[in-house]
């Protein structure tokens, strides 16, 4: 054999086991990061579920419950937890800070809130768009969507946000976390009512649902 060809075979092979070597190092790193994705998910499930059991107990125990009637509380009802509802939204904050809007409570009454930003995402393949609130250093989304009335409150249910969730140009929104105001179960309470824009064209199965045993 010609030591052009033998150096050319010899190249090859060596090629062939670089290519090898690479093409393993990425399937390994895949099924890694996949792992790591799991474990998160899992994580951040169990994490959730272990809040929610941790407010059934406030509401079977606490004297600052709203429930009249707890020996006869089993729990609040949810949808299940999805991937599908935690979110990373566009951030359009106000430029001026200093605007203001009147809500509506329940009981006819009004508070007036600051209003942030707008937070814009895409949900079922419908471009969404939510007025953030800012109440007593709290931030938060009230709001509406195609599920209300039906397997949820009619008056609407809330997103509360952690000033962690906010970026310079997003904002981390998860429906998962969507709850349900106090009058829902106790009438003697006066909840903030969503303003008309936070109508969402979409159902949110996600977060607390109405319970129909209360």
Do not use: W
Request: aromatic share 12%; charged share 25%.
């Amino acid at each position: 054999m010609k030591p052009s060809k033998l150096l050319l075979i010899s190249f090859l092979g060596l090629l062939l086991i670089i290519l090898y070597f690479v093409l393993s190092s990425e399937s390994t790193n895949s099924d890694l990061k996949s792992t790591k994705s799991n474990k998160s998910d899992d994580l951040y499930k169990e994490n959730l579920v272990t809040q929610r059991k941790k407010k059934d107990v406030f509401f079977r125990t606490s004297p600052d419950s709203p429930l009249e009637d707890k020996k006869a509380f089993a729990g609040l009802s949810y949808f299940p937890v999805s991937s599908d509802y935690q979110l990373v939204a566009r951030l359009e904050p106000f430029a001026d800070k200093t605007q203001k809007l009147v809500i509506a409570l329940s009981d006819g009454s009004e508070e007036v809130y600051e209003k942030y930003g707008h937070a814009v995402f895409k949900l079922q393949d419908e471009i969404c768009r939510l007025l953030i609130l800012k109440h007593d250093n709290v931030y938060s989304i009230l709001f509406k969507d195609k599920t209300s009335g039906k397997s949820t409150y009619g008056g609407g249910r809330y997103i509360d946000l952690e000033e962690s969730a906010f970026g310079s140009n997003e904002v981390e929104l998860d429906f998962n976390t969507a709850y349900n105001p106090y009058c829902v179960y106790n009438h003697n309470y006066a909840c903030p009512l969503p303003p008309a824009e936070n109508t969402l064209p979409v159902s949110v199965e996600a977060g607390e649902k109405l319970n129909q045993d209360l």
